[in-house]
């Protein structure tokens, strides 16, 4: 006893600081807890009102979206105005069956803010397997069918680790070694490298792009899975890019534009990406669609 009485007294605060860093990261913690839960409270509150009352129908050639609990808003859209079909699914809403839409309109040349393009596109959430289904076939005319899928170099994440992991955790570094207030978040750095690392691993085995005779469709994400799809003949212009130091490994990028935004596809293979760049132009120059 006399030992252990004799420890606590030549501890010198090691025993007081020990719980005063405990009870930093945990309150920290409880913080970035109630951020999360206030902000999916005010985004259920928020997607509730704006999309009460749902419903969208056919009326000839055109498609009528209603909406809204205060002010009811009625749009008409028609299918050729849509320039990329997105359709989106979360975790949790892979288990319960459900998918998000967004039907991106074309819009005029000047450049647009983020809130305008964001009120010039379409939503259409809490679809089932049958009703995205069926709102697919209303924009696209048919379904979109499997196709020759490619996928990124391990390369694509290269970036990706160097500004989310590396960068912040030699800054941490920096702050450990000079700010003895740091060090008790050391436990937090390990998370969030361990977690970023996940999340870029994840981002990089779901990206993908594949091609049918019809359609191209752009896969991408992390924890909510996006498919995109655009049809060859909207295809305004193509670019194609390479860096200098990918030339030997045949490494290339390609982003496809269209009257609604960009679609891109990064770190493929570059010869690949040629063949299918001569593949679109022939089809846009072939076909007797029109983009719109």
Partial sequence: IKELLRAFDNDHGQIEQFFKSGVTIVSVGMLLAAIILILLATNVIRTFVKYFDFQISKH??????????????????????VQITEYSQNYFQKKIGLFNISLKQAHAGQQQSDKEVK???????????????????????KLPQDGASYKPNFRFMNLPILFSILLPLAGYLVFYQYLPETKPFYPLAIAYVLVASLMIYISYTRQRITVSEDFIIK??????????????HKIQ????????????????????????????????????????????????????KDWM
């Fill in 219 to 232: 896969q991408s994400g992390i924890w909510e899975i996006a498919q995109e799809i655009i049809e060859p």
């Fill in 60 to 81: 000839q050639k055109s498609l009528l979206i209603s909406s809204g609990l205060l002010a009811k808003k009625n749009t008409l859209l028609h299918p050729s105005k």
């Fill in 119 to 141: 009120t010039n596109n379409m939503e259409v959430p809490g679809c089932s397997a049958l009703e995205k289904d069926e709102v697919l076939r209303m924009i696209l005319s």
């Fill in 237 to 288: 212009s193509i670019s194609t890019s390479q860096f200098p130091w990918h030339k030997s490994l045949d490494i290339g990028h390609v982003t496809l534009h269209t009257a609604a935004g960009n679609i891109s596809f990064s770190y493929g293979n570059y010869t690949e990406i040629k063949t299918l760049v001569n593949w679109w132009l022939y089809q846009v120059e072939s076909t007797p």
